[in-house]
């Protein structure tokens, strides 16, 4: 049964992470190198605590469950069960993760990556038990959505996989269970199939970004919150999908390469929120404000789909 956790990398998941796992009465052990990064987790993991208390999802009565922060990454992963590495999309900075920690945890920790893409077989060959290695892909912001991807990699022993779902289940939450370990997984794949093509559209002059937001919103995103695509199918009828792939399925943007739109923003160093600017501007006020905005939304909206409101 895993009790003890470790996050190894405080980025933009790990506080809200570390959140909810205590919110299911885990010790959480919370690393990160940097000191900053520990204080801006700290003050991150407090806002996220604010968003469970709306959500309703309390502490235990019997006071179990806590987070530490801590820059000593031995002190970290002693006597975790589970590991959960969140450290950047970088493979060879992953590997020396993996690596390092090798010596410090039992034969028996699980240790599991939140990488968003990169295969669970690659990273498998940088630690010495690669049958104690597992995906454990969350949703951002992992605090609100409740569904994690479970990814076995080619050496990934099926025991590690049933722990990890079931001990994602005993958190309330949703463990979807791939197949077969496939670069970006399934969540990712799905949302850059959606953001090739809508960057294609905007960038051929078909629509301003405004109104696809609108339309992806509330005409896509709205229906499938309810209804999930292979029942959409259904809905729809076969035969209807049928006729209209068989047109439209020719002129679907299918680029190899990153579009020039992208590229060029890049270079103008408009990367989104996190510098000021990017489709959109940005203020230091009206990021103050999106945020907590988005996530209140986001809360009615799993209420909702929970059946509580």
């Keep these: 049964m895993i009790k003890r956790v470790a996050i190894i ?14 919110r299911g009465g885990i010790e959480v052990a919370a690393y990160d190198i940097a000191e900053a990064a520990l204080e801006r987790a700290r003050n991150m993991m407090a806002v996220s605590d604010g968003v469970l208390d709306n959500l309703g999802i309390s502490a235990p009565a019997d006071g179990a469950g806590s987070v530490r922060f801590t820059a000593d990454l031995e002190d970290a992963v002693k006597g975790a069960d589970l590991v959960i590495e969140n450290v950047p999309e970088d493979e060879e900075i992953k590997a020396g993760v993996y690596k390092q920690i090798d010596g410090m945890i039992s034969a028996d920790t699980i240790v599991a990556s939140d990488t968003s893409g990169i295969p669970i077989t690659r990273l498998q060959a940088n630690i010495s038990n690669p049958a104690r290695m597992v995906g454990m892909h969350w949703s951002n ?3 609100i959505i409740p569904m994690i991807e479970v990814i076995r990699g080619q050496d990934t022993a099926t025991e590690t996989v049933e722990t990890i779902r079931d001990f994602i289940r005993s958190l309330g939450l949703l463990p979807v269970l791939l197949k077969k370990d496939v670069p970006g997984f399934v969540e990712n794949r799905v949302l850059y199939a959606l953001l090739r093509e809508v960057v294609d559209l905007v960038e051929r002059d078909v629509i301003e970004p405004e109104d696809i937001d609108t339309c992806v919103s509330w005409g896509i995103g709205y229906k499938l ?11 729809a009828g076969m035969d209807i999908y049928h006729s209209v792939s068989s047109f439209l399925n020719q002129d679907l943007c299918d680029r190899k390469d990153v579009a020039p739109l992208v590229r060029e923003q890049i270079a103008a160093g408009k990367l989104g929120i996190k510098s000021g600017g990017g489709i959109y501007p940005y203020t230091p006020e009206s990021i103050a404000e999106l945020q907590p905005e988005r996530a209140r939304k986001l809360v009615a909206i ?7 409101d």
């Design 9 to 22: 990398g405080l980025g933009t998941m790990g506080p809200g992470m570390a959140a909810r796992l205590a």
């Design 141 to 143: 912001p992992p605090h």
């Design 225 to 235: 919150a309810v209804i999930g695509p292979m029942a959409l199918l259904d809905m």
């Design 302 to 308: 799993r209420r909702i789909l929970e059946g509580r």
